[in-house]
């Protein structure tokens, strides 16, 4: 195992959840420094996304994995300190953004070396951190699952949060129309400002609107974060062979499908989700994003939108301030520099 000078035994400042609730379980800790296993890096992280995985973990409704530590955390960027085995100790020093499984508030993690992203020209370790999460989930559910196509209409519910805004761009990037659904007129307004269509959801005709915005033909692919009784309603507002991809269902686990217009509309449902994902599946991901996404990062065609940076100790508010709606675009924590 190559490492920088950092001492194994040193420790490190990160936030747990004490016991399941509010965001008001958060608490920041002291942990040891972990060692990078084969096939890991140790990162010294500079900010970590935050994440609605996050609030659930916290919340109780969704556990920690089996073997995983209990800080929170899915994504962060910072600087590789040390390699595992079959790892290049020549990656010590370099910049990169990374998918973990648990971790990320914390001033060090562990993650798969395979896992990892080059950070495109122009982003700052604090922008970086808010995209590996959405670019993991985006490609893999929007373009591979979803298979998203130049000259495409696709609906985002979520326009707003920091998946619907990446996406939103990617979406447009290769030609696609968007119709990204947001609460109210003022985030509305800055969805329309990206270029894309706006409907408020908290208008009672939004289906109404939808429709008429595809000149009744309908979407071709819907990003669910709904599910529950909102899944039939997609399925109405598509067009035939269409595809429905589940990306949460906050509204509820379960839903009752209308069969006869599924099979009438030849539409396809697909849904996942990347934490559970095996690691040799992941890095494929990884080097998918790495070849089709990561230019547009570079070349400044999409970019992570930032609703606040907060640091570290405020993990609370930042937790508070997702839950309650409020934000447009990523909230991303920001580590404590330390000696």
């Given amino acids: 195992m190559s490492l920088s000078p950092l001492p194994l035994d040193k ?28 096939g890991e890096v140790l990162i010294s992280v500079t900010a970590a996304g935050v994440n609605r995985p996050d609030l659930m973990q916290r919340s109780g409704a969704l556990p920690v994995p089996a073997g995983l530590p209990d800080i929170l955390g899915l994504e962060v960027a910072g600087r590789i300190v040390g390699c595992g085995d079959a790892v290049d100790p020549a990656l010590v020093g370099t910049a990169v953004m990374a998918l973990v499984k648990a971790g990320g508030y914390a001033t060090h993690v562990c993650a798969r070396a395979d896992q990892c992203l080059a950070i495109p020209t122009g982003l700052s370790l604090t922008e970086a951190a808010a995209l590996p999460e959405g670019l993991f989930t985006i490609w893999h559910n929007l ?23 990446l996406a939103l761009q990617l979406a447009q990037s290769v030609g696609a129309k968007v119709i990204a659904t947001a609460g109210g007129p003022e985030k509305c307004a800055r969805i329309v400002a990206m270029g894309a269509c ?5 208008e009672p005709d939004q289906d109404e609107v939808i429709h008429a915005l595809t000149g009744g033909r309908g979407v071709d ?49 697909t849904s996942s989700t990347m934490r559970p994902k095996p690691d040799a599946e992941k890095a494929a991901i990884a080097r998918d994003v790495t070849r089709h996404i990561l230019p547009l990062l570079g070349e400044g065609r999409v970019r992570p939108v930032i609703s606040a940076v907060l640091p570290l100790a405020r993990a609370e508010e930042a937790h508070r301030l997702l839950e309650s709606g409020g934000n447009f675009g990523k909230i991303v924590l920001e580590m404590p520099q330390e000696a």
């Fill in 221 to 269: 692919v819907v990003l669910d974060i709904l599910g529950g009784a909102a899944v039939n309603r997609h399925l109405a507002m598509m067009a035939p062979g269409g595809r429905h991809v589940g990306l949460s269902f906050m509204t509820g686990a379960v839903a009752s499908v209308d069969l006869a217009l599924l099979m009438r509309k030849g539409i396809w449902m």
């Fill in 143 to 165: 373009f591979d699952r979803g298979a998203l196509r130049s000259g495409e209409t696709l609906l985002i519910e979520g326009g707003a949060s920091g998946i619907g805004t």
């Fill in 198 to 202: 706006a409907v408020d959801y908290r």
């Fill in 11 to 38: 420790s490190m400042t990160a936030v747990i959840a004490t016991t399941t609730g509010g965001p008001d379980v958060l608490s920041v800790v002291e942990r040891p420094v972990p060692r990078p296993l084969a």
